[in-house]
């Protein structure tokens, strides 16, 4: 029996990549022990405007998050220029304005991404930078590595979860706590979908982002990365499959990305959700 174990769930790394060299390390810790806001505002002395491009478009100026970068070019005397893309938007995007050559100074992309992006010779490495990274965990600076050369520093990891909604599952009689399995979780979808309502949806877009939302499906199956096509593998595909095919999962999954996910579950109508901790902030805002 398949269970839905929430402690292994698949994890992710947001890194900080540098576009073209700059000195932007303001709101970091140096090896000493110093305060990095010197460090970085005497690489960025020159002042000016830095562009920041990151994978968080759910997030607006009054965000905690924007106000965090604004709050990091002012210590390191610079000014942010800050734009939010969807994650696979965002690295066509970075990959684009890398052969106009009008690349922004910094990226915020998840780990899979740094090998694409460095191999198209979009990304400076830290040796061209001259950023010291020797603070980091040597285990998570090596999602940020290529080839021998370092290309981000990491800021932080996220997870993924199942969202419930509870009005949804109060029609459709269904108590959340007795999901504790697929069949359960797909007796729960049965139910929800008689009432009237939608039963789940994910991103399964053929990206990195569809292979993260996948990974606690096929690991719960018992599967393993090195015999992709083992029973149990074939068992956690055929869930997904199977719920498109009865209608507890719409068509839409198959090009979700994980925000046009996230935004079918906030309408309201879905009784779950697979996202990522970084929708807590909007799951807290929608009840």
């Known amino acids: 029996m398949r269970s839905l174990d929430k402690g292994r769930r698949a994890a992710g790394l947001g890194l900080v990549v540098l576009a073209v060299a700059g000195g932007l390390t303001a709101c970091s810790s140096q090896p000493d022990g110093t305060d990095a806001s010197s460090a970085g505002a005497s690489q ?81 490495s830290t040796d061209e930078t001259k950023i010291d990274t020797s603070a980091a965990s040597p285990n998570l600076l090596a999602a940020g590595q290529l080839g021998g050369k370092t290309y981000g520093t990491p800021i932080g990891a996220n997870t993924l979860a199942l969202y419930y909604n509870k009005e949804v599952l109060k029609k459709a009689g269904v108590d959340a706590d007795a999901v504790k399995d697929w069949a359960s979780l797909t007796a729960a979808l049965e139910k929800v979908k008689a009432a009237g309502k939608k039963g789940i949806t994910f991103a399964g877009i053929g990206t990195e982002e569809g292979s993260f939302q996948f990974l606690p499906w096929f690991w719960g199956s018992g599967a393993n990365l090195t015999k992709l ?27 979700n990305t994980q925000t046009t996910s996230w935004q079918e579950f906030a309408t309201g109508d879905f009784a779950f959700g697979e996202n990522g901790t970084w929708q807590l902030a909007n799951a807290k805002k929608t009840g």
Request: charged fraction near 15%; hydrophobic fraction near 40%; aromatic fraction near 8%.
């Open 44 to 124: 960025a002395a020159g002042g000016g405007t830095y562009t920041i491009w990151d994978p968080y478009p759910q997030f607006d100026d009054s965000s905690d998050w924007v106000k965090l970068l604004s709050q990091c070019g002012t210590q390191a005397g610079v000014t942010v220029k800050r734009t939010g893309y969807d994650t696979t938007d965002l690295t066509n995007k970075a990959l684009l304005a890398a052969q106009q050559g009008n690349s922004p100074d910094v990226l915020i992309v998840d780990n899979p991404v740094v090998s694409t992006l460095a191999e198209a010779g979009v990304l400076t």
């Open 229 to 255: 096509d083992s029973p149990e593998g074939v068992a956690a595909l055929s869930l997904w499959a199977d719920w498109v095919k009865k209608g507890y999962a719409p068509t839409s999954v198959i090009n």
